[in-house]
């Protein structure tokens, strides 16, 4: 990490600031949407700010702003884990702010003694994970340690070992509707990394190795980044048909579903969703097992479920994620006081050895107010 200079008012606060970059440099390892990576930070003495950028977070799966808090709520509990190393405790506090021009969290940081959080040793080694998985089920102790991980009271996660036919086929619909509509395509390929000088060039987005992918998808996908309505036109052409066998795959070759829900659908439960999910997918990364989002069968339900507008969406895709309550609920054996949001495949991965990973940007580029040495 390259030096960086805050304007501070006396020492023990630039030893405060310090802290807070260390911790920066560690958190900034946590989720984002197609690692968009859209944070910047401001830091003021012992305060640190965390802004949107929001031409970052722009994606047809995001118009809401759900991932946007989803992906804050993992990034505060990385500050948080990270922080019992360093002997801090946060005072957060949320911003009556809008999402694209003002800051949306404050953070107090407050030097106390601390206990070590472990989880903090697998900020670095956790990531998304698409390879095939076993079919392993979770253990009961495992379930029993990841509910005892929840210390919210608007959110909750349940646990399946196998998908019902029905919501099998939802989730394998919901993966169609990426490639049938030219808006997430577009999104979509903005970050996916299809040569090695952009792999090699690239702090964010995705290496195509990353997702799954062999070398001679490469030309074919170099294609749809350049027209993409390509997927449409080939839709019946054999494109649906290997789009769902990617998927089935994928859902066969697991361990299990983890879901994720909100009792209510403010943007406080969201971020503590988000802050859950975390603590989840470390604890997961502890005893070598693996997590992968299916963002397309939960992030845009979710907002159809809240009643927001989806205008770009084909109406038999709206009519299909007005499904989702009702299916998520009985899949998972939930109230009807629970409105799911966030849906991951859970399992140990069958290669050894870590999968490719995703870079992140420098802590000095997303730093407001830093004077670079």
């Not at 990576?37 to 047809?60: M, T, V, Y």
């Not at 999104?187 to 990394?193: G, K, V, Y």
């Not at 054996?333 to 949001?341: A, F, M, N, Q, S």
Request: with cysteine; charged share 25%.
């Amino acid at each position: 990490m390259s030096a960086i200079q805050l304007q501070t008012s006396d020492s023990s606060n630039r030893s405060l600031s310090q802290k807070i970059l260390n911790l920066l440099e560690k958190s900034r390892y946590c989720p984002t949407g197609d690692n968009c990576q859209p944070w910047r930070f401001e830091i003021n003495e012992n305060q640190l700010f965390i802004f949107n950028d929001s031409k970052r977070g722009k994606h047809a799966f995001n118009l809401h702003h759900s991932a946007t808090y989803l992906s804050l709520g993992t990034l505060i509990e990385s500050l948080d884990i990270s922080a019992s190393e360093q002997d801090l405790q946060l005072k957060i506090e949320l911003q009556n702010a809008n999402p694209d021009h003002e800051a949306l969290v404050k953070i107090q940081f407050i030097e106390c003694q601390t206990n070590k959080n472990y989880l903090a040793d697998f900020l670095y080694k956790r990531c998304t994970d698409r390879r095939p998985y076993f079919k392993e089920p979770l253990q009961e102790k495992i379930i029993k340690d990841l509910q005892a991980l929840n210390s919210f009271e608007n959110c909750t996660l349940a646990y399946s070992s196998s998908l019902s036919s029905e919501f099998r086929k939802f989730i394998v619909r919901s993966d169609e509707m990426v490639w049938l509509h030219e808006e997430i395509v577009i999104d979509l390929f903005r970050w996916i990394r299809l040569t090695n000088k952009d792999i090699e060039t690239s702090d964010d987005g995705m290496p195509w190795n990353n997702l799954g992918l062999k070398w001679y998808d490469i030309p074919f996908l170099k294609l749809v980044a350049k027209y993409p309505s390509i997927p449409k036109k080939l839709w019946k052409l054999g494109f649906q048909a290997k789009v769902n066998t990617v998927c089935h795959d994928s859902l066969k070759n697991m361990g299990g579903t983890l879901a994720f829900f909100v009792k209510q659908t403010d943007r406080q439960s969201i971020i503590e969703t988000g802050r859950l999910a975390m603590r989840v997918w470390l604890y997961i990364t502890s005893i070598h097992q693996s997590m992968q989002p299916l963002s397309s069968a939960s992030l845009i339900p979710y907002d159809i479920t809240c009643g927001k507008k989806i205008n770009f969406l084909l109406p038999d895709f709206h009519q299909h994620f007005l499904k989702a309550p009702s299916l998520f609920r009985n899949e998972y054996h939930i109230g009807r006081d629970w409105t799911p949001l966030w849906l991951f495949r859970v399992g140990q991965p069958k290669e050894k050895g870590d999968p490719p990973r995703t870079k992140r940007l420098p802590v000095e580029d997303l730093i407001l107010n830093a004077h670079k040495n």
